[in-house]
C-alpha cells in the first residue's frame, strides 16, 4: 500500500493567516492527490481533487499544489468556519490510503 | 442532490458480523462507483472497498476476506457485511460515492457509529 505521511498533526493560526497543510506519499501518485475537510460532527468533503482542481462550490481561498511525491493544501486568509481536521487520500493505487490528519484550530 | 444516508445498529458484539445499508437518493447506483469507508477513534481512516454500476466489487486486502459489498438496485440501496468483527473494527462508518474506481468521494453520508463491545 502507498503511504501518506501528513504534517503537522495539529496547527493552530490565527484569523486572516495563510496556513499550509502537507502530504508526503511514498511513491509517486502522479498527481492523483485529494484533499478533504471534516468539520466536527460532520462528514468530510471534497475540497480538491487531482492535486490542485478545486471542487465545485469550494472559497478560493483553499488551494492545492505539488507533484510526484510532495503535496501541499494552502488556505490563505483563514476564517472561522475552516476549523476542521483535514485529511489527504492518494488514489493513484488500490488501496485508496488517507493521511492521518491535520487539526486545525484557531489561536 | 446525491444524498446518501447509512443505516445499521451501533452496537456489534465480537466474533458476529456487521451489517449496514446505505440508501441512496437523488442519484441511481446503477451509475458509478459506491464505497465505505471507515474512521477510527485517533482519526486514522480506511477505505474498505467498493460495488460499481455494474454490481461489481472490490475490496482492500486488508479485509478481504471478511467484507462483503453487495446492492438492491430496486430499492436503490448498497450493504456492507464485515464478519468476525473485533473490538479492532470499532469505528465511525461512511458510505460514499465516486466517480469511476478509486477515484475521490464526492458525496458522502453522515456516517454511522458502530462499537465492537461484549
Known amino acids: 500500500d502507498i503511504q501518506m505521511t501528513q504534517s503537522p498533526a495539529s496547527l493552530s493560526a490565527s484569523l486572516g493567516e495563510t496556513v499550509t497543510i502537507e502530504c508526503l506519499a511514498s511513491e509517486d501518485i502522479y498527481s492523483n492527490l485529494a484533499w478533504y475537510q471534516q468539520k466536527p460532527g460532520k462528514s468530510p468533503q471534497l475540497l480538491i481533487y487531482y492535486a490542485n482542481s478545486l471542487n465545485d462550490g469550494v472559497p478560493s481561498r483553499f488551494s492545492g499544489s505539488g507533484s510526484g511525491t510532495q503535496y501541499s493544501l494552502k488556505i490563505n486568509s483563514l476564517q472561522s468556519e475552516d476549523v476542521s481536521i483535514y485529511f489527504c487520500q492518494q488514489n493513484y493505487d488500490s488501496p485508496p490510503t488517507f493521511g492521518a490528519g491535520t487539526k486545525l484550530e484557531l489561536k | ?118
Request: proline share 4%.
Open chain 2, 1 to 118: 442532490e446525491v444524498q446518501l444516508q447509512e443505516s445499521g445498529p451501533g452496537l456489534v458484539k465480537p466474533s458476529q458480523s456487521l451489517s449496514l445499508t446505505c440508501s441512496v437518493t437523488g442519484y441511481s447506483i446503477t451509475s458509478n462507483y459506491w464505497g465505505w469507508i471507515r474512521k477510527f477513534p485517533g482519526n486514522k481512516m480506511e477505505w474498505m472497498g467498493y460495488i460499481s454500476y455494474s454490481g461489481s466489487t472490490s475490496y482492500n486486502p486488508s479485509l478481504k476476506s471478511r467484507i462483503s459489498i453487495t446492492r438492491d438496485t430496486s430499492k436503490n440501496q448498497f450493504f456492507l457485511q464485515l464478519n468476525s468483527v473485533t473490538t479492532e473494527d470499532t469505528a465511525t462508518y461512511y458510505c460514499a460515492r465516486s466517480y469511476m474506481g478509486i477515484t475521490p468521494f464526492d458525496y458522502w453520508g453522515q456516517g454511522v457509529m458502530v462499537t465492537v463491545s461484549s
